[in-house]
């Protein structure tokens, strides 16, 4: 009796669930609905005559040869991933999309002009911009340029580094109180941070310096913590380049004194150095954000 032969799509649905532990979690990666992950994944286990992961109330967990598959099929996504840079590598056309990701800070600030300058000067390409807080979106061939505010970039990007980024404290535009010491603004109630931002330079400044009864909420971007502090839920610490500008906001501090000390970048994969819409965007980039340093440093 011949073998079933595998459709190497199912590796895709196999390593994502894998990877994100729940058949919801994978669907959501993959753009597709539950129902879609869960019948490509029983087709193939009767297909093979195989049981790839043991159903559990905490999720998915992999069998003996479900480790099989996601360690081929992890290979496989690698083979193409480099297959796709070094083809993406080679496109000397100023045309095309352009996918861009950065920061929701960046987009309500300093970006919108950038773009708007690039796309003029170069109105073929179309630019793609991809908002949130993944550096690892360029590493998986989801982004062709990356700008990012971190304090070490992954080994295998290339770029420029524009500049340190400042944070200072910010408090409601209605409280005229001044400019203070650090020491009294920590008795005050506190805006923090939560989810990926926790983990960043300045969230752990937060977690070292401000009690726990000094905070009023969490949230885990940003911008909606400005408008949480402009509301007057409490102090917020923000990158001066978005609090300096933004309504109903004032400065409480001088700038934070962190380590490490945040820097902005933008990025690509070294597979795009030879691309030359990645190539012209880097470099319009980069010249234009150098001339934003002294907002960016406050």
Request: charged fraction near 20%; hydrophobic fraction near 50%.
């Amino acid at each position: 009796m011949a073998r079933s032969r595998m459709d190497w799509s199912d590796l895709q649905f196999i390593l994502a669930v894998a990877d994100r532990g729940s058949l919801g979690a994978a669907a959501r990666t993959l753009g597709v609905n539950h129902t879609t992950v869960l019948r490509r994944i029983q087709a193939f286990e009767k297909a093979h005559g195989v049981r790839l992961f043991d159903r559990l109330p905490s999720g998915h967990a992999l069998t003996g040869a479900g480790e099989a598959a996601q360690d081929i099929a992890r290979s496989i996504a690698e083979l193409v991933e480099e297959l796709e840079g070094r083809i993406a590598g080679e496109d000397l056309r100023l045309e095309g999309t352009l996918r861009i990701a950065t920061t929701d800070t960046l987009m309500a600030s300093i970006l919108p002009g950038i773009l708007a300058a690039f796309q003029k000067e170069h109105p073929a390409v179309e630019m793609d911009v991809s908002v949130g807080s993944d550096l690892a979106n360029l590493g998986k061939r989801e982004a062709d340029v990356a700008i990012r505010v971190t304090a070490a970039p992954q080994e295998t990007l290339i770029g420029r580094k524009i500049g340190v980024v400042a944070m200072a404290v910010y408090r409601t535009a209605a409280d005229e109180a001044p400019l203070a010491q650090m020491p009294a603004l920590l008795s005050e109630k506190w805006v923090a941070l939560s989810g990926d931002l926790a983990g960043t330079s300045v969230g752990r400044w937060m977690r070292a310096n401000v009690g726990e009864g000094q905070i009023a909420c969490r949230i885990d971007n940003f911008i909606s913590l400005a408008q949480a502090a402009a509301a007057g839920m409490g102090l917020a610490a923000l990158p001066v380049y978005l609090g300096d500008y933004a309504p109903g906001l004032r400065r409480a501090s001088a700038p934070i004194h962190l380590r490490p000390i945040p820097s902005l970048w933008i990025l690509s994969h070294r597979d795009l150095k030879r691309s030359a819409k990645v190539r012209a965007f880097v470099n319009f980039g980069a010249a234009a954000l150098l001339r934003e340093r002294k907002r960016l440093a406050g």
